[in-house]
């Protein structure tokens, strides 16, 4: 498995702890380094599954003489990769008190 794949279960594991424990200034240190975190994922993912292989495409079929694809890093980054990035890391940093007040509410943190 990926090791960004094991830290956002660490992360998530790391919160629910602090939650658990009323560690206020780690849940809130944790809380935003892992929206800062999941926001870069998310700008870095359209040039990795966008940008990447259509320049290689680009590449490929400028020397073989295929019709190339226009698509611009700028364009990308500002219609794709920012606005993603906003919703991804606004939405972590709105939802992840309320998503706890419901596990709690919900009884999901109480030992038996």
Do not use: N
Not at 19 to 45: D, G, H, P, Y
Not at 86 to 111: D, N, R
């Amino acid at each position: 498995m990926l090791r960004i794949f094991q830290l956002v279960g660490q992360a998530d594991d790391l919160l629910e702890h602090s939650w658990r424990q009323r560690k206020w200034a780690t849940f809130i240190r944790i809380w935003l380094i892992a929206t800062f975190w999941l926001a870069l994922m998310s700008l870095l993912s359209p040039f990795i599954f966008l940008y990447v292989p259509v320049s290689i495409y680009d590449g490929v079929a400028f020397v073989i003489g295929w019709k190339i694809f226009a698509l611009s890093f700028f364009d990308l980054l500002w219609t794709l990769a920012m606005p993603l990035a906003a919703m991804v890391g606004l939405s972590t940093l709105i939802f992840t008190v309320p998503v706890m007040l419901l596990k709690q509410v919900s009884g999901e943190f109480t030992t038996q």
